[in-house]
């Protein structure tokens, strides 16, 4: 109850700042607003679903195949993208069968639009036949749609609670840098990157607090997205283009590899102590930059510490990651 009632009390002390009672203040939250609608008016609508990514990678693998699945938003789902092959399921899939040397199986339940509280479903979907590993990509339109971040980050802990019960390793990936986004401009711009890395911070505390491991792609939409807009974003200028999908492949599959290579349960710190810090000291540090995550871990054979659980901070990611053929067999 301790954590939990501390978990809360950051959450709402990160929460969205609101305006004061004076004109000034006033003034400001208009202009905060208008660009909001604003930003909503020029990021368009989807159109069409994206590419069903779900079948068999790596079939010229031998063994049995792992079972994966990949639950979220319009990230998760691959949209933006015009070929199965291209999508971050297809990619991570393709990747960790590269790895491991085995097949995948793909299962991808990732909805666009979806914000965290619309994560219940997607599990429900998986838990007759529960995967090996999940990735949860989510967080983007609770910021965009201003969701109250408490109920967000609960059921992101929920979530990863629910797939951990039935043996499912989860690595998450938190809110990205949603200031990057070219439609979105300052004085929101400023606001969106603050409440994402808020965000970011309070999802790895509940879902290391749930068992699971968590991949900070806070930057990853940042510098080399920046510095080539039209290659890195997608046709709308929100959602990552194919390019876009295998920078964000190249920061999860270290982690991925790792959750199934590992065993079960939190990791022994070295005996140096190296990297493993309070569980609320690493997701502040990991939210500052992508590629940095954070599982749990035990100091002295404890999971627990003074200031709360520890955890441990790796920082991992791949320059590339192949393109893969679309899956030989779709269910």
């Not at 008016?41 to 049995?64: K, M, S, V, W």
Request: aromatic share 4%.
């Amino acid at each position: 109850m301790v954590e939990q009632s501390r978990l809360r009390h950051v959450a709402t002390a990160a929460g969205y700042a609101s305006a004061g009672v004076t004109a000034l203040g006033m003034l400001a939250t208009g202009v905060v607003i208008g660009q909001a609608l604003i930003a909503r008016r020029t990021i368009p609508t989807a159109e069409h679903p994206p590419p069903r990514c779900d079948g068999r990678y790596g079939f010229e693998h031998p063994g049995e195949p792992v079972r994966l699945a990949v639950l979220g938003d319009s990230s998760a789902a691959g949209y933006g993208v015009d070929a199965p092959r291209k999508t971050l399921g297809a990619l991570l899939a393709a990747g960790l069968a590269e790895q491991l040397k085995r097949p995948v199986d793909l299962r991808c339940v990732a909805v666009v639009g979806a914000q965290s509280r619309h994560l219940a479903p997607q599990v429900e979907r998986l838990l007759d036949d529960p995967p090996d590993l999940a990735v949860i990509l989510i967080g983007g339109n609770d910021v965009t749609h201003r969701s109250n971040v408490p109920d967000a980050v609960r059921a992101l802990g929920d979530a990863v609670r629910a797939l951990r019960m039935v043996n499912t390793d989860v690595v998450v990936g938190t809110c990205p840098d949603m200031g990057a986004i070219e439609p979105i401009q300052p004085p929101l711009k400023w606001l969106a990157h603050r409440w994402s890395r808020q965000l970011a911070a309070l999802q790895t505390i509940a879902v290391v607090e749930a068992g699971g491991r968590t991949v900070s792609l806070g930057d990853l939409l940042g510098p080399q997205f920046a510095a080539d807009p039209q290659r890195m974003f997608g046709w709308d200028r929100f959602h990552p283009s194919a390019e876009g999908y295998v920078a964000a492949a190249g920061v999860l599959l270290p982690s991925m590899v790792s959750a199934l290579a590992e065993p079960a349960g939190p990791r022994p710190a070295e005996p140096d102590g190296a990297g493993v810090r309070n569980l609320y000291a690493a997701a502040a540090k990991a939210a500052e930059q992508s590629g940095i995550e954070v599982a749990p871990a035990t100091v002295a054979g404890r999971e627990r510490g003074p200031h709360g659980r520890w955890a441990h901070l790796r920082r991992r990611a791949w320059r590339s990651v192949g393109r893969p053929t679309d899956p030989a067999h779709v269910p």
